[in-house]
């Protein structure tokens, strides 16, 4: 018989012909399901999937297997001597393990260590070796020796089971001794959460209604073995649903893996196509700037010595605005804009090789507002609205060469 509650929600229920079991780590529950396990010695089960320990019969013999238990506990599990082990796992890295020579035990409740180095003699147990040890919330621990020496601290954190236990023990039927309890188990992670079970068959649950439930289906079949039979089928179809499930939840999870990866691969791919064609742009803009910009100088000085005449704003040249930053296209998207940023003004303005903060400066001052309030009226709010703008991107040109 294996019992073993763990965290979120996970238990392993096992007595003859029939399991059942919940959120076990996947190792576990793929040797359960494909049926390769004929019995269980011991199974212990951490506050997530990533701590376990398991100890069974298969069809090549007796094994283990442990996952993050502490570094002390794993290397006396490992050591050549060992057999089958049994351990328990408590709060707070708690734990006992033993086998038919030896134990292991580490930040157990005091009370728990002092009752078992009682059970000890100088070179033998004098009250018997550790039947089984259960360890639980709060400190709180349950354990029955060989010669059925009991020891326990459980009216804090289990008080219902306390009490179920001093009243069987306390009525007059002589069988109802501590030597004829067959296990107790006790769930770490929730108070006065347990299952114990007598030689005789009876047995005491308090959990969730779904592990209770369990519980009676599990306990039901060590009185009727002719029901456990049909327990068992039942699940044995439950675990090949289970590990079909899990496959298919495998796949389905490479499939999802797979897809997200092509889907970062092809975007990765566009956002290279786009930079490689923006780069593209910029190389052709500034071949075009050396000859487009001694031509954009000269319109631009001869609508500040006409300015009276003028009949539109020198704009700079479209082949040069090549720039699609998002900022940069929203600014650019007006009907009556000057169709340039300051990067655009950058490809053409470096061309002159007088290009520097003080010359900038200087230029920046033909943008001034106040120069082009002489235009004709018709187009003198339009082309004052425009030079203040090449004026703020003369500015921001400025800054940038200040900022490093």
Request: glycine share 6%.
């Amino acid at each position: 018989m294996a019992f073993a509650f763990g965290g979120n929600g996970s238990f392993l229920f096992n007595v003859p012909a029939v399991w059942s079991y919940k959120n076990l780590p996947q190792t576990m529950t793929v040797l359960l399901a494909e049926n390769k396990i004929k019995d269980v010695y011991s199974a212990t089960l951490g506050k997530d999937a990533s701590v376990y320990h398991f100890a069974c019969l298969s069809e090549e013999g007796p094994f283990q297997i442990h996952v993050g238990l502490p570094a002390a506990l794993a290397e006396w599990l490992e050591e050549p001597s060992r057999t089958i082990c049994r351990v328990t796992l408590g709060p707070g890295g708690s734990f006992f393990a033993w086998d038919d020579h030896s134990f292991r035990w580490h930040n157990v409740p005091a009370g728990l260590e002092k009752h078992i180095q009682s059970w000890m003699g100088p070179q033998v147990w004098t009250l018997g070796s550790p039947r089984w040890v259960a360890l639980g919330a709060n400190g709180a621990f349950i354990a029955l020796s060989a010669k059925g020496s009991a020891a326990r601290a459980l009216s804090k954190s289990y008080p219902t089971l306390n009490s179920q236990l001093e009243e069987w023990v306390g009525d007059a039927d002589p069988t109802h001794t501590w030597s004829e309890l067959k296990y107790v188990f006790l769930d770490p992670f929730r108070p006065d959460h347990f299952f114990a079970v007598t030689n005789a068959g009876d047995y005491w649950a308090a959990h969730k209604e779904e592990i209770v439930n369990t519980i009676n289906i599990v306990a039901t079949a060590i009185h009727d073995p002719a029901r456990a039979n049909r327990l068992a089928e039942a699940v044995e179809k439950r675990k090949l649903s289970a590990v079909k499930e899990l496959r298919e939840e495998a796949q389905r999870a490479r499939h999802a893996k797979a897809k997200a990866q092509e889907e970062q691969k092809r975007r990765q791919q566009a956002e290279q196509g786009k930079q490689h064609e923006a780069a593209r742009r910029k190389m052709r803009a500034e071949t075009m700037a050396l000859t487009l910009y001694p031509l954009w100088r000269a319109q631009c000085t001869a609508a500040l010595q006409t300015m009276t005449t003028l009949p539109g704003f020198p704009h700079p040249p479209i082949a040069v605005c090549v720039c699609d930053e998002m900022a940069c296209a929203l600014r650019k998207s007006g009907p009556d804009d000057l169709k340039a940023c300051k990067h655009d003004l950058e490809i053409l303005l470096r061309v002159d090789s007088a290009y520097s903060l003080a010359w900038l400066r200087k230029q920046r001052n033909d943008w001034h507002s106040d120069r082009w309030a002489r235009a004709p009226v018709g187009t003198r709010a339009e082309l004052m609205r425009k030079a203040d703008q090449m004026f703020k991107l003369y500015g921001e040109l400025m800054a940038g060469i200040r900022e490093g």
